[in-house]
């Protein structure tokens, strides 16, 4: 259940009671595709970087261990030990970024396995039955995560069939959520709002899907490829249409500087690879801007990733240490970089959250805005 506490123009203090424990929103989710996150990080670790919720994958579960494997091994809670909210993404979007081969139809999509080839369905009832068997807290509706730019007859047309695949999944998460023996039969559903970037088509689509009542919403379909200015725009048009009691998900975004706006905008939750891809690039965030680890400035450099940073790894090694471990590809480079990362940008949603419970969001907005994106 979703509970508004404060408001500061769009942006909203919330927080979000689940069967795994409440979400402080807004947050960050910390994405662990195929039940860890890259960098060798675990669930001992989340707490460290003060994770309230973890993301995982359908399409990468369902393919490797196996959906049914990790029921039997208990939920995906169980098999990573983490006990917090998790969050499942419905391979919707994994389909049609990663697969090969694929071929949607109004029953879903038939497409080749990335690791090894093999054809595999999906609709929503299949995603729905993984995501059951997985036993996350939220499990997300079956989409199509357009490509873009996208036709506006194609959009039109592929948005009304991901409006009757939410039916489907309600449908069946229903029936799931209501057998012996379901793993967590408490089991959320969020819808995913689509559009591509025509302003009538998400409308349209997000008064839709405000009809099932359902316990969130998310944001689909942007950061693929549209300019920033055009997402915010999205987000500002879709603002009124949003349920005021549901909590708001932007997907798979973003920078620090597209977190800030996408907060701005009334979005309550995010998730991105981005602390941990760029960590493993080499790339340090930090409140003064992006450090590039691998540079040679660095090497007799005895201060942490960020001064005053109580992230593992700046309470205890240096920009010197970490920028040698990274040069002869030790894999704790790679650990310490994506634990400092993950404490950024966990932390800073605390920031943005203290902020709003204090009143003074914009004035946080508009001295962190520019330094966020700064190379340093
Ligand atoms: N749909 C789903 N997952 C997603 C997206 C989407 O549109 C995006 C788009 N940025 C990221 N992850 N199901
Ligand atoms: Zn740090």
Same mark, same amino acid.
């Given at each position: 259940?979703?509970?508004?506490?404060?408001?500061?123009?769009?942006?909203?203090?919330?927080?979000?009671?689940?069967? $795994?424990?409440?979400? =402080?929103?807004?947050?960050?989710? #910390?994405?662990?595709?195929?039940?860890?996150?890259?960098?060798?990080?675990?669930?001992?670790?989340?707490?460290?970087?003060?994770?309230?919720? =973890?993301?995982?994958?359908?399409? /990468?579960?369902?393919?490797?261990?196996?959906?049914?494997?990790?029921?039997?091994?208990?939920?995906?809670?169980?098999?990573?030990?983490?006990?917090?909210?998790?969050?499942?993404?419905?391979?919707?979007?994994?389909?049609?970024?990663?697969?090969?081969? !694929?071929?949607?139809? +109004?029953?879903?999509?038939?497409?080749?396995?990335?690791?090894?080839?093999?054809?595999?369905?999906?609709? &929503?009832?299949?995603?729905?039955?993984?995501?059951?068997?997985?036993?996350?807290?939220?499990?997300?509706?079956?989409?199509?995560?357009?490509?873009?730019?996208?036709?506006?007859?194609?959009?039109?047309?592929?948005?009304?069939?991901?409006?009757?695949?939410? *039916?489907?999944?309600?449908?069946?998460?229903?029936?799931?959520?209501?057998?012996?023996?379901?793993? #967590?039969?408490?089991?959320?559903?969020?819808?995913?709002?689509?559009?591509?970037? *025509?302003?009538?088509?998400?409308?349209?689509?997000?008064?839709?899907?405000?009809?099932?009542?359902?316990?969130? *919403?998310?944001?689909?379909?942007?950061?693929? %490829?549209?300019?920033?200015?055009?997402?915010? $725009?999205?987000?500002?048009?879709?603002? &009124?249409?949003?349920?005021?009691?549901?909590?708001?998900?932007?997907? %798979?975004?973003?920078?620090?500087?597209?977190?800030?706006?996408?907060? !701005?905008?009334?979005?309550?939750?995010?998730?991105?690879?981005?602390?941990?891809?760029?960590?493993?690039? %080499?790339?340090?965030?930090?409140?003064?801007?992006?450090?590039?680890?691998?540079?040679?400035?660095?090497?007799?450099? +005895? /201060?942490?990733?960020?001064? %005053?940073?109580?992230?593992?790894?700046?309470?205890?090694?240096?920009?010197?240490?970490?920028?040698?471990?990274?040069?002869?590809?030790?894999?704790?480079?790679?650990?310490?970089?994506?634990?400092?990362?993950? *404490?950024?940008? #966990?932390?800073?949603? +605390?920031?943005?959250?203290?902020?709003?419970? #204090?009143?003074?969001?914009? =004035?946080?907005?508009?001295?962190?805005?520019?330094?966020?994106?700064? !190379?340093?």
């Amino acid at each position: 259940m979703y509970t508004l506490l404060k408001k500061e123009g769009a942006a909203r203090r919330g927080t979000y009671s689940t069967p $795994h424990g409440t979400i =402080q929103m807004p947050a960050f989710m #910390n994405v662990a595709t195929a039940g860890a996150i890259k960098g060798a990080v675990s669930a001992l670790d989340l707490k460290e970087v003060h994770c309230q919720v =973890q993301l995982c994958n359908t399409y /990468h579960l369902h393919l490797r261990p196996g959906d049914q494997q990790v029921r039997k091994l208990g939920g995906l809670h169980q098999f990573t030990q983490w006990q917090g909210p998790i969050l499942t993404d419905s391979g919707g979007f994994q389909v049609f970024s990663l697969a090969k081969l !694929r071929n949607i139809k +109004e029953e879903g999509v038939t497409f080749a396995s990335h690791i090894d080839g093999h054809k595999i369905f999906m609709g &929503p009832e299949e995603s729905m039955q993984i995501q059951s068997h997985l036993g996350s807290t939220i499990a997300m509706a079956f989409d199509e995560c357009m490509q873009n730019p996208a036709e506006y007859d194609y959009a039109k047309h592929s948005v009304a069939r991901t409006t009757r695949w939410l *039916y489907r999944c309600k449908t069946e998460m229903n029936r799931l959520n209501a057998l012996p023996n379901t793993i #967590n039969p408490q089991q959320l559903l969020w819808g995913i709002n689509q559009g591509s970037v *025509y302003d009538d088509l998400r409308i349209e689509h997000m008064k839709q899907i405000a009809e099932l009542d359902l316990p969130g *919403y998310a944001i689909g379909g942007l950061a693929v %490829g549209e300019s920033a200015d055009v997402m915010y $725009h999205i987000l500002e048009v879709l603002n &009124p249409y949003l349920p005021k009691d549901k909590p708001r998900y932007l997907m %798979g975004v973003g920078t620090p500087a597209n977190i800030l706006e996408g907060v !701005r905008r009334g979005v309550d939750i995010f998730d991105c690879v981005m602390p941990t891809r760029n960590a493993r690039h %080499g790339h340090a965030f930090t409140t003064e801007g992006i450090r590039n680890l691998m540079n040679a400035k660095y090497e007799l450099d +005895e /201060h942490p990733l960020e001064d %005053g940073c109580q992230c593992p790894a700046c309470q205890h090694f240096t920009r010197a240490y970490i920028h040698h471990l990274l040069k002869a590809g030790e894999m704790l480079g790679m650990r310490l970089m994506v634990l400092h990362n993950l *404490y950024f940008y #966990n932390t800073l949603l +605390e920031k943005i959250r203290t902020a709003l419970d #204090n009143g003074c969001f914009e =004035q946080f907005y508009r001295e962190n805005i520019e330094a966020v994106s700064t !190379r340093i």
